[in-house]
Each structure stands twice: as structure tokens, then as C-alpha cells.
């Protein structure tokens, strides 16, 4: 079964402090893998995009690394800001089911002033 | 605006009722796609549309749910016979072309609860 799974499942931070949010998941056969935001009542709002025939995607204050072999996927938050505070969602589509998104759980991040 | 539009944001029903859902797709997007989040979980898939015929509908739940999307552009998520469970928020996204290489954008979602 295709799993993405995220750790850990909240984290709170000080200003300022450079962050790593994690994401695994099961099948290797990963056509891509996309980050999401979700604030409180809201959509997602989508972050970053890596295809699967690359390593990493960088915007902003953001970067987000993909190693297939490994089934990992990690997203650094730089010189984090109260206004990153929400949760933030991994998500892969995979061979077999390249139209479908399959989600993790999510990271809620609280960033304190 | 120009995003992903849904409604009604908020649906409270019985249990048994009909419900539907609307979704109104960023213009010229021609995939769209229907997705279910239940508290503290990630969005689950339910359906894909390329244009007006539904390219993957493996996670729809039973056939009490269906969705259609007559023109290409606005679709629409029909629940019949409600129950407590389908209880979650029902979220709509859309992108240009397929998913594999495009972003996908979501909409803020129809938050139904079934009493």
C-alpha cells in the first residue's frame, strides 16, 4: 500500500530558528512530491513541486530535497516567522495513480515570537 | 477572485438527506479534482476530471457518492443517503492540464456535517 507519512506530527519553535519537517514514503515509484500549506480553516496552498528526476526546489526562505532510493522528503523552513505557523502537508503521486495525490497527516508548525 | 471557488462553505444536514457540492475551477484549467479531509488527517482522494469525463474515480467511497462535470468547467459532488461519517470537509482543487507537472490549486473547501 502507498503511505506517506509525516514527523514530527507538531512542532514549536522559537523566531528566527532554522526548521527541518519531515516526510517518508513506501513506494519508490514516486512521480512527484508536492509541499502544502493548510492555515486553520483554509485550503492548501501549494508550496513547492519536485518531479521525480530532481533533487530539490527552492522559493524563498524554502527548500524542499526528494530521495527516491531513500523514500524521503524533507522541508526546510529558514529563518522561521510567526506567519509560517499552520500545517504543512506532504503530499506524492505514484506509479499506477499519477492523477492522485496521497497525503501525510501533516506538521503543525507553531513559530513564537 | 480567481481561484478555486466552492459552495456552500458550510452544510449542516440530517442524516439520509441529499446533499451536493459545487465547485467552480480556476477558468481554463481543464483537470479538477475532488479530495476529503477529516479532522487532523490529509485530504484523501476521491475523484479526477480531465475535461468533462471523470479519468479516476477509485476513491470515491460507495456509490452513494458521485460527481459530474457536464461542460468541462463547474463540477459538482452529490451525496445521497448521508451518513454521520461522511462528515469532513470536502475539498476542491484544479490545475492546467494534468497533475504530474502542474500545480495544483485548491479551494477553501465545503465543510459538511451530517447530525
Known amino acids: 500500500k502507498q503511505e506517506v507519512t509525516q514527523i514530527p506530527a507538531a512542532l514549536s519553535v522559537p523566531e528566527g530558528e532554522n526548521l527541518v519537517l519531515n516526510c517518508s514514503f513506501t513506494d519508490s515509484a514516486i512521480y512527484n512530491l508536492q509541499w502544502f500549506r493548510q492555515d486553520p480553516g483554509k485550503g492548501l496552498t501549494s508550496l513547492l513541486l519536485i518531479q521525480s528526476s530532481q533533487r530539490e526546489q527552492t522559493s524563498g526562505r524554502l527548500n524542499a530535497s526528494l530521495d527516491k532510493s531513500s523514500g524521503r522528503s524533507t522541508l526546510y523552513i529558514a529563518a522561521s516567522q510567526p506567519g509560517d505557523s499552520a500545517t504543512y502537508l506532504c503530499?506524492?503521486?505514484?506509479?499506477?495513480?499519477?492523477?492522485?495525490?496521497?497525503f501525510g497527516a501533516g506538521t503543525r508548525l507553531a513559530v513564537h515570537p | 477572485g480567481a481561484g478555486v471557488s466552492q459552495t456552500p462553505s458550510n452544510k449542516v444536514t440530517e442524516k439520509g438527506k441529499y446533499v451536493e457540492l459545487r465547485c467552480d475551477p480556476i477558468?481554463?484549467?481543464?483537470?479538477l479534482y475532488w479530495y476529503r479531509q477529516s479532522l487532523g488527517q490529509g485530504p484523501e482522494f476521491l475523484i479526477y476530471?480531465?475535461?468533462?469525463?471523470?479519468?479516476?474515480d477509485s476513491g470515491l467511497p460507495n456509490d452513494r457518492f458521485f460527481a459530474v462535470r457536464p461542460e468541462g468547467s463547474v463540477s459538482t459532488l452529490k451525496i445521497q443517503r448521508t451518513e454521520r461519517g461522511d462528515s469532513a470537509v470536502y475539498l476542491c482543487?484544479?490545475?492546467?492540464?494534468?497533475?504530474?507537472?502542474?500545480?495544483?490549486?485548491f479551494g477553501e473547501g465545503s465543510w459538511l456535517t451530517v447530525v
Open positions: 482543487a484544479s490545475s492546467l492540464g494534468g497533475p504530474t507537472g502542474n500545480t495544483i490549486y
Open positions: 477558468s481554463g484549467h481543464t483537470a
Open positions: 503530499a506524492a503521486s505514484f506509479s499506477g495513480g499519477y492523477n492522485k495525490l496521497i
Open positions: 476530471f480531465q475535461g468533462t469525463g471523470a479519468a479516476d
